[in-house]
C-alpha cells in the first residue's frame, strides 16, 4: 500500500526558533498534500492543504506567516513553524491522497511529529 | 459546515466481548467515511473505507456500515482482542471540490485480558 514518511518523528526546540517538518509520499505522486494538528485528547484538525506548485490553502485561524508550507516537488511537503512558542507544542501530520478509480480518494497518513516548544 | 461525532467517547470491555463504536455525521454529502486506528503517540492506520454508495466493508473481524441519508456509521469488533485497545476515529470527506476530512474526536478502547 502506499506510504507517507515524516521526518523528524519528534523535535524539542527553544522558544522563538523555527522548526521544519517533512511530509513526503514514497511510492506515488501527491499533487496535494494536508497538514493536520492534533493536541493531547483531542482530534485532529486540518491546518491546510498543500498544493504542489501553487500556495497552500489555509483553514481559518491558522496564521499563514506563522506556519509556512512549501510544496516543492509531487513527493515532498514542507511546514515550517516559524518563531515557535510553548502553544505551539502539539502532535503534527500530514496526509496525501491517493486516487483510485479516478473517483474518490483513499488517505494515507504519515506517522507524526511529535514538536515540543520548551 | 461538517461536525463528526463519535460515542461513546471511551469504552472499556473484557477479551472476547463483541463491541460496536458509533459515527454521525451533519451533512451527508460526502464522498467516503474511513475508519482509523491511532496508537499513543503514534499516527493513524486506515482499518476501513467506506465509498458512499456502499453501505458495509468488512476486513477480518472488523465491519463498519454507512447510513448516509441519516448520517450515521457504525464500526463493529468481533472477538475484541488486548491487542484491538486504541483510540478509534471515524473521518469523512466532503466539501465539494475542495475536499476536506472531519475527524470526529474518537472512542478510546481498552480491551482487558
Known amino acids: 500500500g502506499a506510504v507517507v514518511s515524516q521526518h523528524p518523528s519528534w523535535v524539542i526546540c527553544k522558544s522563538g526558533t523555527s522548526v521544519k517538518i517533512e511530509c513526503r509520499s514514497l511510492d506515488f505522486q501527491a499533487t496535494t498534500m494536508f497538514w493536520y494538528r492534533q493536541f493531547p485528547k483531542q482530534s485532529l484538525m486540518l491546518m491546510a492543504t498543500s498544493n504542489e506548485g501553487s500556495k497552500a490553502t489555509y483553514e481559518q485561524g491558522v496564521e499563514k506567516d506563522k506556519f509556512l508550507i512549501n510544496h516543492a516537488s509531487l513527493t515532498l511537503s514542507t511546514l515550517t513553524v516559524t518563531s515557535a512558542h510553548p502553544e505551539d507544542s502539539s502532535f503534527y501530520i500530514c496526509s496525501a491522497p491517493t486516487r483510485k478509480l479516478g473517483r474518490t480518494d483513499t488517505q494515507y497518513f504519515g506517522p507524526g511529529t511529535r514538536l515540543t516548544v520548551l | 459546515k461538517q461536525e463528526v461525532t463519535q460515542i461513546p467517547a471511551a469504552l472499556s470491555v473484557p477479551e472476547g466481548e463483541n463491541l460496536v463504536l458509533n459515527c454521525s455525521f451533519t451533512?451527508?454529502?460526502?464522498?467516503?467515511l474511513q475508519w482509523f486506528r491511532q496508537d499513543p503517540g503514534k499516527g493513524l492506520t486506515s482499518l476501513l473505507l467506506i465509498q458512499s454508495s456502499q453501505r458495509e466493508q468488512t476486513s477480518g473481524r472488523l465491519n463498519a456500515s454507512l447510513d448516509k441519508s441519516s448520517g450515521r456509521s457504525t464500526l463493529y469488533i468481533a472477538a475484541s482482542q488486548p491487542g484491538d485497545s486504541a483510540t478509534y476515529l471515524c473521518a469523512v470527506l466532503s466539501g465539494g471540490s475542495n475536499y476536506k476530512l472531519t475527524f470526529g474526536k474518537g472512542t478510546l478502547l481498552t480491551v482487558n485480558p
Open positions: 451533512d451527508s454529502a460526502i464522498y467516503n
